[in-house]
């Protein structure tokens, strides 16, 4: 399978504890995002990398999150202290970076994993 | 965040009917995509816009980019049971920094009766 994995799928933890999650993106991909989706709505953005370099990060991504990506290959996020209100799918996404297709403005498509559900209790 | 008003919220439609669904928005987009995302899955890009008035068919899917690039819509044809899942709009905007940024609808829940 040469898709986006995530690992682990599920993961319940304790209020307090620190976890981290796991992606490894479409070999060829050098842009990798993070986004968190919660019950009724669509993936909130996150963060995302170009190769190792974190261009950009969403205010919701507070001081107790951290993502990581040293080799520009697989990426890591890690919630600290997790709070109840962490509890969420989070979801990774690979692609190309914007112009490869060639054709100005066409949206290079981001393929998405199949998500870590986190339960915080 | 900023999100899309994606409409209807859910459909529970008989196998063999037509789905419409549609996403609008305050701000213009120069992309729009569809999405849609089965029980523990991530979402799967169904169909992509990139030109106001663009009329794309995919299957038995079809979606439109909006005149005003407001808005757009989604279209299912003589549904099947594998219908079912959660459909996704998205817009693709630039933000400050020039970096292309995917915003998105509430989505669409689609059940369907065999």
């Known amino acids: 399978d040469t898709g986006v994995s995530q690992d682990p799928r599920h993961k319940i933890t304790k209020r307090g504890q620190n976890v981290t999650f796991r992606c490894d993106p479409i070999?060829?991909?050098?842009?990798l995002y993070w986004y968190r989706q919660t019950l009724g709505q669509g993936p909130e953005f996150l963060t995302y990398?170009?190769?190792?370099?974190?261009?950009?990060k969403s205010r919701l991504l507070s001081d107790r999150f951290s993502a990581e990506r040293p080799k520009g290959s697989f990426s890591t996020l890690e919630i600290q202290r997790t709070e109840q209100g962490d509890s969420a799918m989070y979801l990774c996404?690979?692609?190309?970076?914007?112009?490869?297709?060639?054709?100005?403005?066409?949206?290079?498509?981001?393929?998405f994993g199949p998500g870590t559900r986190l339960t915080v209790l | 965040g900023q999100q899309l008003n994606q409409s209807p919220q859910s459909m529970f439609i008989q196998e063999g009917e037509d789905v419409s669904m549609n996403c609008t928005s305050s701000?213009?987009?120069?992309?729009w995509l569809w999405y849609k995302q089965d029980p523990g899955e991530g979402p799967v890009l169904l169909i992509a816009?990139?030109?106001a008035g663009e009329l794309t068919s995919n299957g038995r899917l079809t979606a439109q980019f909006g005149i005003t690039r407001k808005d757009s819509f989604l279209n299912i044809s003589a549904s099947i049971p594998s219908d079912v899942g959660i459909y996704f709009c998205?817009?693709?905007?630039?933000?400050?920094?020039?970096?292309?940024?995917?915003?998105w609808g509430l989505g669409t829940s689609l059940a369907v009766n065999p």
């Open positions: 996404a690979s692609s190309l970076p914007s112009g490869t297709s060639g054709r100005v403005g066409v949206y290079n498509e981001q393929f």
């Open positions: 070999s060829e991909h050098n842009r």
């Open positions: 990398f170009q190769n190792e370099a974190q261009l950009e």
């Open positions: 701000s213009i987009f120069n992309t």
């Open positions: 816009l990139y030109k």
């Open positions: 998205a817009g693709l905007t630039l933000n400050a920094g020039n970096n292309r940024k995917l915003i």
